[in-house]
């Protein structure tokens, strides 16, 4: 059974950066897609950013252009860059996975079988 755990969050100052990452315990083998959700305090998860095993990538429409989500293979770990952090970024952010690389419902985390313990991200106006 895969494993997943992030780390990286922390603090910010509004306009500040942090960048989480998500490292699997062993490779995991294609059909595949990772993805980054978020949920504030009495909200709802959302999804924030999906990558899939075939490089290409989708944003939810909010963090289109301040957020950046990457891979590395060999390291086995996912990478949610964040820049030009609002207050309303303030969740606790978690990465996932699915065994499929279908685009649709890619940022649903219904759709999502193995999840990590989660990072606080704090941005502070």
């Known amino acids: 059974q895969v494993q997943l755990q992030e780390s990286g969050g922390g603090s910010a100052p509004s306009g500040g950066s942090l960048r989480l990452s998500c490292a699997a315990s062993?490779?995991?083998?294609?059909?595949?897609?990772i993805a980054w959700f978020r949920q504030a305090p009495g909200k709802e998860r959302e999804g924030v950013a999906v990558i899939f095993d075939d490089d290409d990538m989708a944003y939810a429409g909010s963090m289109k252009g301040r957020f950046t989500i990457s891979q590395d293979k060999v390291k086995k770990t996912v990478y949610l860059q964040m820049n030009s952090l609002k207050p309303e970024d303030t969740a606790t952010y978690y990465c996932?996975?699915?065994?499929?690389?279908?685009?649709?419902?890619?940022?649903?985390?219904?759709?999502?079988?193995?999840w990590g313990q989660g990072t606080q991200v704090t941005v502070s106006s």
């Open positions: 062993e490779i995991i083998y294609a059909p595949v897609s």
């Open positions: 996932a996975r699915r065994p499929s690389r279908a685009h649709a419902g890619s940022l649903d985390p219904v759709a999502y079988t193995t």
